[in-house]
């Protein structure tokens, strides 16, 4: 069935470091792919989104580019901040309009 | 904020119980998507509902159920509850019912079954 695999961790940085967290998704069709961020005690924020193969989401200096041929779905930015610190999901909607998401990568930045 | 309300925050309850999760869509928003968080299944998908009709399911199970209602409010009902259903419940809106839309998440509920 459709999933989604992402990198555990948690993953500890010093800031201005670079960062990926890996995500690979199994679907049937060509799903759109997603970043959330949930920062402590708050809810999802949609924080980058790619809707077919080859497109790059970016936001906040993250990107994630969209890769059909490894499906996958890798998000990096070039140098983390403090305020970075908080859980990562990678999700998948699939054509039946049915999220998937993985399981969280914790990120600590710090000073 | 992301303009989706949801009450109440944190409920304790006890096992057998049954829970009504209340949410409010952003202004303008159609659809309704509700989730569970738990730290051994992770975030999972349980129901969608666009316009007051059933759109998607995923992983919910039978003793939950929900509906939404002509103000396109939602109510997530949780009934004979077990220990392994506490967990944080977020709902989600996006204006419409189609793929790709993006979801904008409610602060959660926090439900704790004793």
């Known amino acids: 069935g459709d999933s989604v695999t992402q990198m555990e961790g948690p993953v500890t940085l010093s800031e201005e470091a670079f960062l990926t967290i890996n995500c690979t998704y199994t679907?049937?069709?060509?799903?759109?792919l997603f970043w959330y961020v949930q920062y402590p005690g708050e809810g999802l924020q949609l924080l980058l989104k790619?809707?077919?193969?080859?497109d790059k989401g970016s936001n906040k200096g993250f990107e994630a580019t969209y890769r059909k041929e490894t499906t996958s779905f890798h998000l990096e930015k070039g140098s983390v901040q403090v305020s970075d610190s908080a859980v990562y999901f990678c999700?998948?909607?699939?054509?039946?309009?049915?999220?998937?998401f993985g399981t969280g990568t914790s990120l600590t930045v710090i000073p | 904020d992301s303009g989706v309300t949801q009450t109440p925050k944190h409920l304790i309850t006890a096992t057998g119980q049954r829970v009504t999760l209340r949410c409010s869509p952003r202004?303008?928003?159609?659809?309704v998507y509700w989730y569970q968080q738990s730290l051994d299944q992770g975030l999972q998908f349980l129901i969608q509902?666009?316009?007051?009709?059933?759109?998607a399911k995923g992983n919910i199970l039978e003793r939950f159920s929900a509906q939404q209602f002509p103000d396109l409010h939602s109510e997530l009902n949780l009934s004979s509850l077990e220990l392994g259903d506490s967990a944080l419940y977020f709902c989600?809106?996006?204006?419409?019912?189609?793929?790709?839309?993006?979801?904008?998440f409610g602060p959660g509920t926090r439900l704790l079954v004793l």
């Open positions: 989600a809106s996006s204006s419409q019912a189609g793929v790709r839309e993006t979801q904008y």
């Open positions: 679907a049937t069709g060509y799903p759109s």
């Open positions: 790619a809707t077919k193969a080859d």
């Open positions: 999700a998948q909607l699939n054509t039946g309009n049915q999220f998937y």
């Open positions: 202004s303008g928003d159609l659809s």
């Open positions: 509902y666009y316009n007051g009709e059933e759109r």
